[in-house]
């Protein structure tokens, strides 16, 4: 099973800074990666998959980037919604799995 | 627009089954897959196993094999994801995610359910 690796497990920045989230994998990925953002009390939702394309409705800010085994997610100026939990997820190789979440917090 | 609605929380005692069902709707059910996925309390996302509701084909996670079950209608685009022979950390919430893909198990999940609470305790 391929490990999937996030760092940090804990960012606090500013509103209206740049937010950088990373994701590593164990083992190449290709470009299978998909990132999701959680809040309390609520169900994931995607924001990238393919590792750089935005999902349905996701604002520019948001931006994936990365190949077989290196991934980041950028937000470029953050907005008060966008604190939450992100995870990122394999889905290359068998079983498809999650990293174990960075909670991106108000400084 | 995609909605996938749960069944409500549930509360079992151990070695019990649980049958949770996910009711798709604003899409051709047919041409894509549901995943299941379970988050224990403060803890991250698992994924438990895949359906095509397409064939019924289906894909369980190792831990899960024998222990899970996985199905659709698609007389009422609506899967269900049982679990048997239940244990005090299959306390979770329980959602289903709908996959691009009806053909197989390699999928991002573009649409999740809302939760379903499964809480095991005697």
């Known amino acids: 099973e391929i490990v999937m690796t996030q760092s940090p497990a804990t960012l606090s920045v500013s509103p209206g800074e740049r937010a950088t989230l990373s994701c590593r994998a164990s083992q190449s990925v290709s470009s299978n990666l998909a990132w999701y953002q959680q809040k309390p009390g609520q169900a994931p939702r995607l924001l990238i998959y393919g590792a750089s394309t935005r999902a349905t409705g996701i604002p520019a800010r948001f931006s994936g980037s990365g190949s077989g085994t290196e991934f980041t997610l950028t937000i470029s100026s953050l907005q008060s919604e966008d604190f939450a939990v992100y995870y990122c997820?394999?889905?290359?190789?068998?079983?498809?799995?999650f990293g174990q979440g960075t909670r991106l917090e108000i400084k | 627009q995609v909605q996938l609605v749960q069944s409500g929380a549930e509360v079992k005692k151990p070695g019990a089954s649980v049958k949770v069902s996910c009711k798709a709707s604003g899409y051709t059910f047919t041409s894509y897959g549901i995943s299941w996925v379970r988050q224990a309390p403060g803890q991250g996302l698992e994924w438990m196993g895949w359906?095509?509701?397409?064939?019924?084909?289906?894909n369980y996670a190792q831990k899960l094999q024998g222990r899970v079950t996985m199905t659709t209608d698609t007389s009422t685009s609506t899967a269900y994801m049982e679990l048997r022979s239940l244990r005090s950390d299959d306390t979770a919430v329980y959602y289903c995610?709908?996959?691009?893909?009806?053909?197989?198990?390699?999928?991002?999940?573009?649409?999740w359910g809302q939760g379903t609470l499964v809480t095991v305790s005697s």
């Open positions: 995610a709908r996959s691009r893909t009806p053909f197989n198990w390699n999928s991002h999940f573009d649409y």
């Open positions: 359906i095509s509701a397409y064939n019924g084909n289906t």
């Open positions: 997820q394999q889905y290359n190789n068998w079983p498809p799995n």
